[in-house]
């Protein structure tokens, strides 16, 4: 979550949440990010089959003045999401234990970076 606070004028900030109140605006970026982060995560994603690097989607949810995105993968393996096995490790049928691998926080970090950045940029030349 982004959190942005401002002391003295908000005369820029002002000018600035009206230009994102304008339809278009802000969506069509925040879909790009999230797009961005499906495409990072698929390339991050360890592949054996391929089936969970293809299976990243997201959702983007605005709600009470809030904006979210949601990366989600929904490649299943009797009922276990594969992408959290693989980040967490997960214990084997014949009781052995598979090490997890973080690939998701790399991968995803510079998709936040971007986000800081172009609401960092949109909030100071408004």
Do not use: C
Not at 26 to 53: C, D, F, K, W
Not at 56 to 85: D, M, P, R
Not at 87 to 106: A, L, M, S
């Amino acid at each position: 979550m982004i959190k942005l606070s401002a002391s003295g004028s908000t005369a820029n900030m002002d000018k600035f949440l009206a230009q994102a109140a304008r339809p278009g605006n802000i969506e069509s970026q925040i879909r790009s990010l999230a797009e961005a982060g499906v495409r990072a995560l698929a390339q991050a994603t360890p592949a054996a089959s391929g089936a969970t690097a293809a299976s990243w989607s997201y959702e983007i949810v605005q709600k009470n003045g809030k904006t979210e995105i949601f990366w989600t993968n929904s490649h299943q393996n009797e009922g276990q999401i594969i992408a959290v096995l693989i980040q967490y490790g997960h214990g084997t049928r014949t009781g052995g234990y598979v090490q997890g691998r973080d690939y998701i926080n790399p991968a995803i970090r510079p998709i936040f970076d971007q986000i800081a950045d172009k609401a960092w940029k949109a909030v100071t030349s408004a």
